[in-house]
C-alpha cells in the first residue's frame, strides 16, 4: 500500500511539472525572434527525448525545441535549411536552399 502511495505522489508531481512547465516553455519559444540557418537536428536523450535544432543567428548559435510543431516539420527540415519566426508568431518558416519553404503552426 505504502508503494502505491508513493507512485501516485510521485505521479502527481511529474504530472504538475509538466503542466506548469509546458505552457511557460512555449511563450519564450513564442516571444522569440528567430532567423537563420540550421547548423545541426538531433534528438536529446538525456532530455526525454526531446527534439531540437541548432541554427546561427549572426555570431551565435542557438538551440531550438521544435516538438511544439507538428512532426511534419521535423521531416521536412534539412541541415542548411534557414528557419525563420517573427517575435510573436506561433507560424515558423522552413525555407529551402532552392527558395521553396514550408510554413508550419505550432501544435495547441
Known amino acids: 500500500m ?3 502511495r508513493i507512485l501516485i505522489l510521485v505521479i502527481t508531481v511529474f504530472s504538475l511539472f509538466f ?3 509546458f505552457p511557460w516553455v512555449k511563450k519564450e519559444i ?3 525572434k ?3 540557418v540550421i547548423i545541426q537536428k538531433y534528438i ?3 532530455d526525454h527525448g526531446a527534439a531540437f535544432i541548432e541554427y546561427n543567428m549572426g555570431d551565435n548559435d542557438l538551440k531550438l525545441w ?3 510543431w507538428p512532426g511534419a516539420m521535423w521531416n521536412d527540415m534539412k541541415i542548411g ?3 525563420i519566426k517573427k517575435s510573436g508568431s506561433t507560424k515558423i518558416r522552413i525555407k529551402k536552399p532552392d527558395g521553396k519553404f514550408h510554413d508550419y503552426e505550432m501544435e495547441p
Open 2 to 4: 505504502k508503494i502505491i
Open 19 to 21: 503542466s506548469c512547465t
Open 30 to 32: 513564442i516571444d522569440r
Open 34 to 36: 528567430i532567423y537563420g
Open 44 to 46: 536529446d536523450h538525456s
Open 66 to 68: 521544435v516538438d511544439a
Open 81 to 83: 535549411d534557414s528557419v
